[in-house]
T-cell receptor, first 114, second 114 residues
Framework: DAKTTQPPSMDCAEGRAANLPCNHS???????VYWYRQIHSQGPQYIIH???NNETNEMASLIITEDRKSSTLILPHATLRDTAVYYC???????????????FGKGTKLSVKP | DTGVSQDPRHKITKRGQNVTFRCDPI?????LYWYRQTLGQGPEFLTY????????KSRLLSDRFSAERPKGSFSTLEIQRTEQGDSAMYLC????????????FGPGTRLTVT
């Protein structure tokens, strides 16, 4: 599976958009990009995933570059409750096949400041 | 609350003792995963079940670790002869058939081995 690279930390002002980048330059054609976050002392929380088209749900938007070598998770109006570690994960397919595990790196620690 | 639950939330034990953790997944989810997380690191995969079958085990899962999911519902993770290096947060997650990387995590069990 492709490896991902994320900045270790980022700051964002409350109410502004938080743009979290992820580099996955070795991604292959059948690998999806998944985003999770982990608020302090809680389990990780699924946010969104995509293959090549941009995706949006009630939590965030995912923008994947045309060459699929990088992506950006956008939280449109960050709040203090969005302070968390955000993980970008690349995995083959959606159904999991014989593999089921997520591989977490160290993620990006996002601090939303008032 | 119909999310993933874990019990206990905290466990302090002495080195050499056995401990058992329980995870109750979301009821219609057929896959159940165990992860371990140490301070400052992302979660690391341990094992997963599809219904009652244990399909994959990480190399992290030493002989002292055993997991079961006897009726395809709740799961237990037992650690025998605990060591100080076993101190960590143990996370359980579940997912729906066909959406295996959209995993829903419980709050975790924090184990401290003294």
């Amino acid at each position: 599976d492709a490896k991902t690279t994320q900045p270790p930390s980022m700051d964002c002002a409350e109410g502004r958009a938080a743009n979290l980048p992820c580099n996955h330059s070795t991604i292959s054609g059948n690998e999806y990009v998944y985003w999770y976050r982990q608020i302090h002392s809680q389990g990780p929380q699924y946010i969104i995933h995509g293959l090549k088209n941009n995706e949006t749900n009630e939590m965030a938007s995912l923008i994947i570059t045309e060459d699929r070598k990088s992506s950006t998770l956008i939280l449109p109006h960050a709040t203090l409750r969005d302070t968390a570690v955000y993980y970008c994960i690349v995995r083959v397919g959606q159904r999991g096949g014989s593999q089921g595990n997520l591989i977490f790196g160290k993620g990006t620690k996002l601090s939303v400041k008032p | 609350d119909t999310g993933v639950s874990q019990d206990p939330r905290h466990k302090i034990t002495k080195r050499g003792q056995n401990v058992t953790f329980r995870c109750d997944p979301i009821s219609e989810h057929n896959r159940l995963y165990w992860y371990r997380q140490t301070l400052g690191q992302g979660p690391e995969f341990l094992t997963y079940f599809q219904n009652e079958a244990q399909l994959e085990k990480s190399r992290l899962l030493s002989d002292r670790f055993s997991a079961e999911r006897p009726k395809g519902s709740f799961s237990t993770l037992e650690i025998q002869r605990t060591e100080q290096g076993d101190s960590a947060m143990y996370l359980c997650a579940s997912s729906l058939a066909g959406h295996y990387y959209e995993q829903y995590f419980g709050p975790g069990t924090r184990l401290t081995v003294t």
